[in-house]
């Protein structure tokens, strides 16, 4: 990295973004509900609508960032960001939240992207997955941070805990903005290429699109956990009410305790191509798992849900390690932002299809869904080694100075 203060000041970034980010994604919806007053069916209804929009701006963020540069382009954003949430205040009407939705979403997931290729600029390319997984551990100690912000805000339940919550979000994401500005734009030594990226250029990497798309597959283990797992303790009269929340807690304790210990092999290519395999196939033995959890009482059917969760946060901590060798190292070194956002644009599949998909084999099929879905996540690690062997084919002198 440039300089000895660039690793602390890229994890204060990271940490007080998260911050806003749990604040808002935690509470947000029940501030437009309970303190604009828009129906929950509306409410969820503009939600998707803005993800509709801002997901295939992905690329022209991407490409934004490229142009002006990550430090530059990920400032720009959190400003916006910081406005945009104290307009949020003043949003009166569905046709207004829409809008708000839209853009917020846009700057949010825009800067995940120009973060991402912060670290590119900053990080030499054979320390990017560890710095990656480090800063993947303080994003979720933030995200839990503002989630009990938001608790405590929300237990308040009148006005002023309503607008602190949103405030508080516009804070943190401005001393983020503030800590942003303290980096350098790139690493010492570092070559300034000055080509024009296109977008067509980065379309027509077909390989890279195709992991993405496989990366985004194994990551519908997030929905599992936040959607289908719930469903599936409320279904069974047998299992605590709570479990799902307790399962949730878990997650975010062993993502915060194992990410960096777990993302060690992934430095070279045949190392990744080891922890897709491996993170799919213990998605798919959690998903059994998750369907023997309703075939007992409360006591085996616990363990058996509880075991499902280290299992399936195993296979999100490999998937995540093997996702940032694959997006850092596969994408041209001078165009990260763009090819991060065509990452982000290709594993947000699992944002598209993952709810519904999850959510009818629970609720339709029952064990045999679950077990169906764990089919599903073979089906996908046995896809990655060629698709991953074709990316390799197609950029031979890229990855001259890459781990293989």
């Not at 062993?254 to 430095?267: D, F, I, K, T």
């Not at 080891?274 to 006591?299: D, E, H, K, M, Y």
Request: proline share 4%; net charge positive; aromatic share 6%.
């Amino acid at each position: 990295m440039s300089g000895p203060g660039v690793p602390r000041l890229l994890v204060a970034v990271h940490l007080l973004g998260s911050v806003g980010f749990g604040l808002y994604a935690s509470g947000s919806a029940v501030y437009f509900t309970r303190q604009v007053g828009l129906p929950v069916v509306q409410v969820g209804t503009g939600l998707t609508v803005a993800g509709l929009v801002w997901l295939p701006l992905s690329l022209y963020i991407g490409r934004f960032c490229d142009r002006i540069g990550a430090r530059r382009a990920t400032v720009g954003l959190g400003c916006a960001q910081v406005l945009l949430l104290v307009t949020a205040t003043g949003v009166r009407g569905m046709g207004e939240f829409v809008v708000l939705a839209a853009l917020l979403g846009a700057c949010v997931h825009g800067g995940w992207i120009c973060r991402e290729a912060l670290v590119a600029d900053l990080v030499d390319p054979a320390g990017r997955v560890s710095a990656s997984a480090r800063l993947r551990s303080v994003f979720n100690i933030g995200v839990v941070a503002g989630a009990l912000g938001c608790g405590l805000a929300l237990s308040v339940d009148s006005a002023p805990g309503y607008l602190g919550l949103i405030l508080g979000s516009a804070l943190a994401e401005a001393a983020a903005t503030v800590c942003c500005l303290g980096l350098p734009e790139r690493r010492r030594g570092q070559v300034v290429r000055q080509d024009t990226v296109r977008l067509r250029q980065a379309l027509h990497d077909r390989p890279y699109l195709a992991l993405s798309l496989l990366y985004g597959l194994l990551a519908v283990g997030d929905i599992v956990l936040r959607v289908g797992i719930p469903l599936w303790v409320v279904a069974h009269a047998a299992l605590p009410k709570g479990l799902g929340a307790w399962l949730y807690g878990l997650n975010a304790v062993l993502v915060v305790g194992l990410q960096v210990r777990l993302s060690r092999g992934a430095e070279s290519f045949a190392g990744t191509r080891r922890l897709l395999l491996l993170s799919g196939t213990t998605a798919a033995v959690s998903c059994a798992a998750v369907a023997a959890g309703g075939t007992g009482g409360a006591l085996p059917g616990t363990a058996a849900l509880v075991a499902a969760v280290l299992l399936l946060s195993l296979a999100e901590l490999w998937s995540s390690a093997a996702g940032w060798k694959l997006r850092f190292d596969l994408a041209p070194d001078h165009a990260q932002g763009t090819w991060g956002g065509l990452f982000a644009l290709g594993s947000s599949v699992n944002l598209v299809l993952g709810p519904a998909a999850v959510t009818l084999l629970v609720s339709h099929y029952g064990a045999a869904g679950w077990l169906l879905l764990g089919l599903g996540f073979l089906g996908v690690a046995a896809l990655c080694p060629p698709a991953l062997a074709w990316a390799l084919r197609t950029r031979p002198g890229q990855l001259a100075a890459v781990p293989h």
